[in-house]
């Protein structure tokens, strides 16, 4: 029987607003090449702008539908100035007017940036600043089973603050629904610094987590740091062939903290700087199973006593390498939207050990992006990996590793080809694991609640994007056609699977509002095509911005993670 599941975080609500009858003009920042021949910057002056379709000069009906329909005000210039890394007085140079640029353009509630430099004296030069907003506005929804099953509201740019403002709310059916509330707030305190808490509580366990950021974003900063938290009770799944799935109830308190210091090295910089981290974890001895009824006991032992609890403190030293340059791109990640590709090499690793009696295993970690080519062509690579050293055996135990490599070719204005290669993997886990091939994000479309799961997952994908038309000027339409394979390996996850690779085939209908938004409104159809496969087809509505880092870690196996920061600190492509 088709099974459909209907999913939003939207932009805008695109077909209220196709209404207007008077075209808008298409609104991009001067994009004049910047001259400014080494002069001194004299001033700087700030011009936020409205989103595109809204224009540069809006009528008050466009003002209107701003405030209301997009819940949209334009950001404050105190808002732009935090991480515009540019100075009074500074010596001027062309690469860094556009490495300023592109350091705008990487905050998510600016759609596309300009800076350019006018000349004012002999000596001196006026810098102008021009950032285009995103919409702002966040909505979605579930339908499940004929009713809302959830929803989800809120601001990405609340009242032109920097301020991200989400809630949720979610079915929970037998047990207490789910409320999610998140915050972001970028430019805390006037310096280019991020404030996140995000309040969860599921259906089944809860969580809060905290974090205070000034990611390194660009080679113009000489610090970066992170300091952060988490306390949480989850419920880590594991779906069997037949049953029910079973739950392990896992309590876990994290507190981590670090910065770096970028140091000249030939020219390049190196970053170095101390990292402590805090890490409990407690699993419940038994797992249980979640039925219409509440919480009943198992009716296996596998998964019980398997995992022990465990409590670690750990220092030690972060270091990382950038030698990057940045180029801007279309149609990669968005339908026709612009967006920043790193060229180069970018490394960082972590080394920590381990002090007092309870767990004194030293760590290591280390991120690796790498990435080469051009406007119609472009390769690039992302791994990350960490494990810990138990000392009286050298033994490595709590392996993770995860990435992705892909390859974006552009044939043509209006078409994307983009083959993706992504792994994720865990060895000798302390915490419960399963990777799943119906994972929502992370597994093969059209496989949804699938129970293949194994330690080991890998997926390729590939997908034909055409951008063919627009509405006015308001959006731009496009299609897609795709394929999903996936494979897992049993590793030593309890139910885990090895397993031949499962495909599905799919369809999309994408949609950017406005036409060279970054992000991207889709509905994929996806129909499981491997013996054994689900009989089904499966229909999701999605809206994303894909664009501002090339490789998104899954929630499964994140979850495995350290909680160790350089990830954060270093701020990767």
């Known amino acids: 029987m088709p099974r459909s599941s209907c999913r939003t975080r939207s932009v805008a609500l695109c077909a209220l607003f196709a209404l207007v009858s008077r075209p808008t003009l298409a609104q991009v920042p001067d994009s004049a090449p910047p001259r400014c021949d080494g002069k001194t910057i004299t001033s700087i002056d700030v ?10 000069s809006p009528s008050a009906w466009r ?9 949209s005000t334009t950001t404050r210039e105190d808002v732009v100035r935090p991480f515009l890394l540019l100075r009074v007085g500074q010596r001027c140079s062309d690469a860094l007017l556009a490495e300023a640029a592109r350091v705008l353009r990487s905050r998510p509630y600016i759609a ?40 989800t509201f809120g601001n990405a740019n609340l009242e032109g603050l920097g301020i991200q403002l989400v809630g949720r709310w979610r079915q929970g059916d037998a047990y207490r629904d789910g409320l999610t509330l998140g915050f ?12 996140a808490v995000d309040v969860v509580r599921n259906p089944l366990g809860s969580q809060l987590s905290y974090s205070a950021t000034r990611p390194f974003l660009s080679d113009l900063q000489h610090i970066a740091w992170h300091a952060g938290g988490q306390q949480s009770t989850s419920y880590y799944h594991f779906v069997r062939p037949s049953g029910p799935a079973l739950l392990v109830p896992v309590q876990r308190d994290i507190w981590t903290a670090g910065a770096v210091a970028r140091l000249a090295w030939r020219s390049r910089g190196v970053l170095l700087g101390p990292v402590a981290t805090y890490e409990r974890s407690r699993p419940g001895i038994n797992a249980v199973i979640a039925s219409d009824s509440g919480l009943v006991p198992p009716d296996t032992d596998v998964v019980g006593l398997r995992y022990p609890s465990y409590k670690s403190v750990r220092v030690g030293g972060a270091v990382g390498f950038r030698l990057l340059s940045f180029q801007v791109v279309h149609g990669f990640d968005a339908l026709l939207g612009e967006q920043d590709i790193a060229r180069g090499v970018q490394l960082g690793a972590l080394v920590q050990r381990g002090l007092g009696a309870s767990d004194r295993n030293d760590f290591a970690s280390v991120d690796l992006y790498t990435g080469a080519g051009g406007k119609s062509s472009f390769v690039g690579l992302r791994v990350q990996g960490e494990g810990e050293r138990q000392r009286a055996t050298n033994a490595w135990n709590a392996v993770v590793a995860s990435g992705r490599a892909a390859w974006y070719a552009r044939p043509s204005e209006t078409r994307t080809f983009v083959a993706s290669a992504e792994f994720s993997g865990a060895w000798r886990e302390r915490l419960p694991l399963q990777l799943s091939l119906g994972d929502a994000r992370a597994g093969v479309r059209g496989y949804k609640d699938a129970t293949i799961a194994g330690g080991r997952r890998a997926l390729l994908r ?41 495909a599905s085939v799919g ?16 509905a994929d159809i996806a129909v499981p095509v ?4 689900p009989k089904r087809w499966l229909l999701r509505v999605a809206a994303f911005d894909a664009t501002r880092a090339f490789w998104r870690e899954p929630s499964d196996i994140a979850s495995q993670r350290a909680g160790a920061p350089p990830s954060s600190i270093f701020g990767w492509p």
Request: proline share 6%; hydrophobic share 45%.
């Open 47 to 56: 011009q936020p702008l409205p989103p595109a379709v809204i224009g540069r």
């Open 63 to 71: 003002r209107a539908a701003q405030r209301v329909l997009f819940q």
């Open 112 to 151: 596309s940036a300009s800076v350019r430099a006018v000349t004012d004296s002999a000596q001196g030069v006026h810098v102008v600043v021009e950032t285009v907003d995103e919409i702002p506005l966040v909505i979605g929804g579930g339908w499940k089973n004929g009713g809302l099953s959830d929803l």
């Open 184 to 195: 972001r707030k970028h430019g805390v305190f006037q310096q280019p610094v991020v404030l």
């Open 462 to 502: 590939l997908e034909q994007r055409h951008a063919v038309g627009s509405l006015g000027r308001l959006a731009h339409m496009g299609t897609a056609l795709f394929t999903d394979f996936g494979k897992t390996w049993s590793g030593d996850v309890p139910f885990g699977e090895t397993t031949v690779a499962r």
């Open 507 to 522: 369809a999309g209908l994408l949609l950017a509002l406005p036409p060279r938004s970054r992000r991207m409104l889709r």
């Open 530 to 533: 491997t013996a054994g496969a």
